[in-house]
T-cell receptor, first 113, second 115 residues
């Protein structure tokens, strides 16, 4: 099946630093989504991308839909403590009109005090 | 903001017991989903449900699993005879179209521990 690989697996940064992570797929997606998961909670949608080459921002977050449609990037500027969590990329897979999300392997972000 | 609510937040059960996880989707949504996440792993699709029937299920969703929308507001996941490997966080999600990422909302999850 289609797999989404994220890198890095984990990041340890200091507050105020910028963060960059990416997600790659062996096959094409027509939509890319970025979710954040806090410990013990469900994924929360951060950014949705619908067009190849699209660059979308949500506050300090910026995500890009790769031109090849096989990758996407998420950047966080000036990180703050509440940015800690696991970031997942996700893409929809459609079978006979039914759609489901496949999630990436996740990038765990830790902020060092 | 509307939200998906799940109960229980945590359940411990003995292997072989039946478990029912409950979800109240957002009221005007028509598409419902269950996902699960084994500790430390990614979120995996289990099943989607629309118009009172399963629209798609993954290979994880075997005969031990079933879903039901018994009363028009609740959406339940039943595991008939739990196995140790069923231990995971189970997320309910709902949406108002067959797919659009910005209209799928996840609940906070039900943590199932099978002992």
């Amino acid at each position: 099946g289609q797999q989404l690989n994220q890198s890095p697996q984990s990041m340890f940064i200091q507050e105020g630093e910028d963060v960059s992570m990416n997600c790659t797929s062996s096959s094409i997606f027509n939509t890319w989504l970025w979710y954040k998961q806090d410990p013990g909670e469900g994924p929360v949608l951060l950014i949705a991308l619908y067009k190849a080459g699209e660059l979308t921002s949500n506050g300090r977050l910026t995500a890009q839909f790769g031109i090849t449609r096989k990758d996407s990037f998420l950047n966080i500027s000036a990180s703050i403590p509440s940015d800690v969590g696991i970031y997942f990329c996700a893409g929809p897979i459609t079978n006979f009109g039914n759609e489901k999300l496949t999630f990436g392997t996740g990038t765990r972000l830790t902020i060092i005090p | 903001e509307p939200e998906v609510t799940q109960t229980p937040s945590h359940q411990v059960t003995q292997m072989g017991q039946e478990v029912i996880l409950r979800c109240v989707p957002i009221s005007n949504h028509l598409y419902f989903y269950w996902y699960r996440q084994i500790l430390g792993q990614k979120v995996e699709f289990l099943v989607s449900f629309y118009n009172n029937e399963i629209s798609e299920k993954s290979e994880i969703f075997d005969d031990q699993f079933s879903v039901e929308r018994p009363d028009g507001s609740n959406f339940t996941l039943k595991i008939r005879s739990t196995k140790l490997e069923d231990s995971a966080m189970y997320f309910c999600a709902s949406g108002d179209r067959s797919f659009s990422g910005n209209t799928i909302y996840f609940g906070e999850g039900s943590w199932l521990t099978v002992v």
